[in-house]
């Protein structure tokens, strides 16, 4: 069988083949660069005096919240924060 350079059904014979692309920018697998830019963002956050609250919510409850938040040109946490506040001054 003949190698034809555009040929990529058979693998096995373009495996020594340097591909062109984009070189890789860093080192760390995907996985491993989101584990690191985690624990950055969760440093950020301890700086800022953050802290972190999850809850469980329904799904009607999350679209309204996605909607109100998009209207109101903030985000959802923002927007959540905003009426945790209100609850707790009242």
């Given at each position: 069988m003949a190698k034809e350079a555009?040929?990529?059904t058979t693998i096995d014979l373009f495996a020594n083949e340097k591909r062109r692309g984009r070189p890789r920018?860093?080192?760390l697998?995907?996985?491993q660069q989101l584990k690191v830019n985690?624990?950055?963002q969760i440093q950020r956050d301890k700086a800022n005096g953050l802290k972190r609250i999850e809850l469980k919510v329904s799904q009607d409850l999350y679209d309204?919240?996605?909607e109100q938040a998009l209207?109101?040109?903030i985000s959802r946490s923002?927007?959540?924060e905003l009426i945790l506040?209100?609850?707790v001054e009242c």
């Open positions: 555009t040929d990529r920018s860093n080192p697998s995907r996985s985690k624990r950055n309204a919240l996605n209207a109101s040109n923002q927007l959540i506040q209100q609850q």
